[in-house]
């Protein structure tokens, strides 16, 4: 080996390099580097480093002894990380839509309000999401048990006008099979049952593979750094980007309770025959044994989610193998067993009414109306306690004032409510084309669908008074464009674009307020429906059949109304996942969405779709440490939109040596404007004025017309100068200039790389990093 040696150099010798990280809906290396040559530096086709053909060995040792600046005559060397194909990908992808629900109740987790970790308060925030979770699991999972067997087998094969309907029915329905051995009610359930049992496979197996290639992606092993209150962020311990151990757990609790579900949806109605008087003693007695093993598999479950939270001051490597596939497998094993017990031949059962589905679906809304309640009180407590932030506002800057969790827990639980119902009414209204037939869905499911009018009603208001501050603030604006253009009188069309798009963008700030009402006017509805199916037991038109005539005909409009819009809603959702499976534009569109939605790890929900940010924040902190370490050299990672989101992150996960060596410059970035007041004990001032003390420098860039990306506001102090830029100006030139002899466009989000203010702070960053640090070479 040769000898290493250490080489000064000074600054204009100094090797520099940009590392771009580009935003929601991904781009190409090639738009990145404003190049069409570009080569692969290192990673995959999943997510990889890209740079320019005529740079691909800017900093080797050769291109040392023949450029004698080393960095292009001062010009840093461009890379691109592309990591696009992360949240869009195949056509696989477009399954994604069914984890919605699981996607938010998953984004709660991290909702919570800044506090000093370990606490019991924080410990009882994080358990009470996984509760909600897991209630979301059991909810899918009983929908399908609702259509299969209940709808389906129970009701439709149980009766001859539907069964004659359906034709591939007809081996389970006793007349249509002139009771063939598939056609008692016990084994009908068990053939059925294959469909949820399906579904809760399909999702582990998702959940399987997503873990293996995202959660199984090593970081960057180091020791933890020493924690003084919330001002250091969750986000630079070491384990933080590493869940295997937890998602493991997880999932093997949520497929025990998915398969524990369908056992339950069959074994229960097997064994409330049995327990009829005069029947058979041996399968009574196996019925009620039956019932306690569900509620000690339930417990069991439970333990489970609740025993043990996320692990982040360390790489756990560490797999429960025995929990891990002994539980799913137990469960799976006694669902077999339920299965056959449900099939044993009872001569006198018949099907008729509904399966206890009104119960079920019930004791579901009841216990996640709990738990948002709870949530919110534990989160109140939180946001009141000590050690949010330095400034007095800094609790003001928190979305909901610390609300914002279990607003958006209850949003999840509206969303399987709603799909829950809607495939459940739409099957039903398939099956029973008369509408005459069958008893339909759980009367609390008619319910629900009945208060969506309701809710639309309240958006629609809300989306008016809305709509006139923004006209307001459109007229205000007017005179605010013309005075910083020097504008008068000035082109009035043009003016109004300008002024109007800059009021539009201000609706994101408004985002709490849409999700408040929202969450609010659901609780409200969702008990009242509860209350309604508890009280009536009857649909919301029966309910009101001996009221006045306006109660009966609101009513009337309510329920049908309200099973026209789940149906169309349950086909709309079914539609777009079509055309994202075949179509790539549609796919990156819902990839969009997943680029904001999966930021985090999955610490509430197994299933959810998977955090790209485990395998993108070790992608950038590896290139980064190799490179500052191989080279000396200095390094400005600029992150666009969500890009810079992920570049703090992995600033974040660099030693502190690293990160003096390393300059952030961030433009349209939603880090402050959305997660800082989202995700306020992980984004919040306290941890931005960290990083930013950490890191050599951090500028940041952004206009009044972007409607996602908004100033850090961070001042000038011990830290450093001052993060924000004034806003740049968009459009660059109001009217035709020399340099715009044609009309400059409004970019808002986008392009910010045209301005020359970027070109001018990602100088001041090279400039104002340290050049003497030494470059061991081989």
């Known amino acids: 080996m040769g000898e290493v040696r250490t080489v000064e150099r000074s600054s204009t010798d100094r090797a520099a390099l940009e590392l771009l990280v580009h935003g929601v809906g991904g781009a190409t290396p090639e738009k990145m580097l404003n190049d069409p040559r570009t080569v692969r530096i290192t990673g995959d086709d999943t997510a990889a480093v890209y740079r320019r053909a005529e740079d691909a060995d800017a900093d080797s040792p050769a291109a040392d002894a023949n450029t004698p600046s080393g960095d292009h005559d001062g010009r840093p060397v461009p890379e691109a990380y592309v990591w696009s194909n992360l949240t869009s990908g195949n056509g696989t992808r477009a399954l994604w839509l069914l984890l919605l629900p699981f996607m938010v109740v998953n984004l709660a987790h991290w909702m919570r309000p800044a506090a000093r970790e370990g606490t019991r308060a924080v410990r009882l925030y994080g358990l009470l999401v996984r509760l909600a979770g897991l209630s979301l699991t059991v909810l899918l999972v009983a929908a399908a048990c609702e259509v299969a067997l209940d709808l389906t087998a129970w009701q439709c094969a149980g009766t001859r006008a539907c069964a004659a309907r359906h034709s591939w029915l007809g081996f389970l329905s006793p007349s249509g099979s002139h009771e063939g051995w598939w056609s008692p009610p016990g084994r009908r359930l068990a053939l059925a049952a294959l469909v949820p049992t399906a579904l809760t496979g399909l999702l582990w197996y998702l959940s399987h593979r997503t873990w293996r290639a995202y959660e199984s992606q090593e970081p960057l092993d180091r020791g933890p750094e020493p924690e003084h209150g919330p001002a250091q962020t969750a986000l630079s311990r070491p384990g933080f980007w590493y869940g295997r151990r937890l998602v493991a757990r997880l999932r093997a609790a949520h497929t025990a309770a998915g398969l524990l579900t369908v056992a339950a949806a069959v074994g229960t109605a097997a064994a409330r025959e049995d327990h009829r008087p005069g029947g058979p003693a041996a399968l009574d007695a196996l019925g009620r044994l039956l019932e306690v093993s569900l509620t000690l598999g339930a417990l069991a479950v439970v333990w489970v989610v609740c025993r043990r939270g996320r692990s982040e001051n360390r790489l756990d490597r560490t797999l429960d193998a025995h929990l891990v596939h002994r539980l799913p497998l137990t469960a799976l094993t006694f669902l077999a067993l339920t299965l056959v017990y449900a099939a044993w031949d009872r001569p006198h059962w018949h099907s008729s009414g509904r399966l206890a589905g009104d119960t079920t679906f019930g004791t579901l809304a009841l216990a996640q109306g709990a738990l948002v309640i709870t949530l919110a009180a534990v989160a109140r407590v939180l946001h009141r306690g000590p050690g949010t932030g330095p400034r007095p506002d800094d609790r003001e800057r928190s979305a909901l004032r610390g609300l914002g969790g279990p607003a958006v827990v209850m949003l999840a639980c509206a969303l399987g409510g709603v799909m829950s119902g809607g495939v459940s009414q739409r099957v039903s209204d398939w099956l029973d084309g008369t509408g005459t037939s069958l008893d339909g869905p759980p009367v609390l499911l008619t319910w629900q669908a009945s208060v969506i009018p ?182 400005v990672i600029s992150g666009h939109s969500q890009g810079s989101v992920l570049a703090a992150a992995a600033a974040w996960q660099l030693k502190p040596s690293d990160r003096k060596r390393v300059a952030l410059l961030t433009y349209g970035s939603p880090i402050e404007r959305l997660y800082g007041r989202w995700f306020p004990a992980h984004f919040g001032p306290a941890a931005l004025a960290a990083l930013h003390r950490d890191i050599d420098c951090w500028r940041n860039l952004y206009r009044l017309t972007d409607p996602i990306g908004g100033p850090v506001r ?65």
């Not at 968009?730 to 044609?742: E, I």
């Open 454 to 635: 309701v809710l639309l009603l309240v958006l629609l208001a809300l989306s008016a008074l809305l709509g006139r501050r923004t006209w307001r603030l459109t007229r205000a604006e007017r005179e605010a464009v013309a005075r910083e253009y020097g504008a008068v009188p000035g082109d009035p069309a043009r003016t109004g674009r300008i002024a109007r798009t800059r009021s539009m963008a201000t609706l994101t700030d408004r985002g709490p307020l849409l999700v408040a009402v929202t969450a609010t006017t659901t609780l409200l509805l969702g008990a009242g429906a509860l209350a309604g199916t508890f009280v009536s037991g009857e649909t919301p038109v029966r309910a009101a059949e001996a009221a006045g005539p306006f109660v009966q005909g609101a009513a009337r409009t309510a329920q049908a109304l309200g099973s026209w819009l789940i149906g169309l809603g349950f086909l709309l959702f079914v539609t777009w996942g079509r055309r994202a499976y075949k179509d790539a534009s549609a796919r990156r569109t819902i990839g969009i969405l997943w680029d904001v939605g999966t930021f985090w790890p999955r610490a509430a929900h197994p299933f959810a779709p998977p955090c790209y940010a485990e395998r993108a924040v070790p992608d950038l902190t590896w290139r980064m440490t190799g490179w500052t370490r191989a080279t000396g050299g200095r390094l």
């Open 714 to 778: 961070l001042t000038g102090d011990d830290c450093g100068p001052a993060v924000d830029r004034a806003p740049l100006a968009d459009p660059l030139a109001y009217g035709r200039t020399a340099a715009h002899p044609l009309p400059a466009p409004i970019l808002g989000h986008s392009d910010y790389q045209a301005d020359p203010a970027f070109a001018e702070e990602r100088a001041r960053l090279l400039a104002r990093l340290h050049p003497d640090l030494p470059v061991q070479r081989a």
